[in-house]
Nanobody
Framework: QVQLVESGGGLVQAGGSLRVSCVAS????????MGWFRQAPGKEREFVAA????????YYTDSVKGRFAISRDNAKNTVFLQMNSLKPEDTATYYC?????????????????WGKGTLVTVSS
């Protein structure tokens, strides 16, 4: 049974930083692209970032480029999202995702596995 468990969400002031993590189990981690999505209140879930199994060529949505960084530790089955220069519009529940597709494709294609999410709130 695949499980993706996010952690690290919380309340931060605008301009601050936060790192969220996701630990995966029940799958061969190195065979999967890992990604992050977010869903703000009243809005649809949107793609944020993805990273391939080897960690090369991470892919980001335009609104977070230069502010967010996705990384992974294959030895610990963990993917991270470092979020800097946070804005109130980054407030959302952040979901971890896993799929065997390439990183760029995760922005548009259905994803196999999802976590339950961790809430990030950015105050102005």
């Amino acid at each position: 049974q695949v499980q993706l468990v996010e952690s690290g969400g919380g309340l931060v002031q605008a301009g601050g930083s936060l790192r969220v993590s996701c630990v995966a189990s029940g799958l061969t981690f190195t065979r999967y692209t890992m990604g992050w999505f977010r869903q703000a209140p009243g809005k649809e879930r949107e793609f944020v970032a993805a990273i391939s199994w080897g960690g090369s060529s991470p892919y980001y949505t335009d609104s977070v480029k230069g502010r967010f960084a996705i990384s992974r530790d294959n030895a610990k089955n963990t993917v991270f999202l470092q979020m800097n220069s946070l804005k109130p519009e980054d407030t959302a529940t952040y979901y971890c995702a896993a799929d065997s597709m390439i990183a760029r494709a995760m922005a548009q294609a259905p994803v196999d596995y999802w976590g339950k999410g961790t809430l990030v709130t950015v105050s102005s």
